[in-house]
């Protein structure tokens, strides 16, 4: 059954780091993957997405502190955060499609991370 599962989320101090994983399976491990965050009272946001060729794109105001990355042998996507942020607190979820999808078809629950401080 195609399903994605985040891990690696909880809590940190400021300008601590994380590394979080999302895990596919089934059909879900598309193409083209991405992570995205939503915040309390404000709206979802893109994070970083990867392509099948490798190429990647990070959130302008990420770029320096988060990478995205996958393994095509474990079809898992990584988000490493360094120098995390209060304002980086935010549930932070996957999502993945085929790249000729216009849309995100597989998402993560998604999963907590709190940065204090």
């Known amino acids: 059954q195609a399903h994605l599962a985040e891990s690696g989320g909880g809590s940190v101090q400021a300008g601590g780091s994380l590394t979080l994983s999302c895990e596919a399976s089934g059909s879900a491990y598309g193409g083209c993957m991405g992570w995205f965050r939503q915040a309390p009272g404000k709206e979802r946001e893109g994070v970083a997405n990867i392509v099948s060729d490798g190429d990647t794109w990070v959130r302008g105001s990420l770029k320096g502190r988060f990478r995205i990355s996958r393994d095509y042998g474990k079809k898992t996507l990584y988000l490493l955060m360094n120098d995390l942020k209060p304002e980086d607190t935010a549930i932070y979820s996957c999502?993945?499609?085929?790249?000729?999808?216009?849309?995100?078809?597989?998402w993560g629950q998604g999963i907590q991370v709190t940065v204090s401080g």
């Open positions: 999502a993945s499609r085929e790249c000729w999808e216009s849309s995100y078809k597989y």
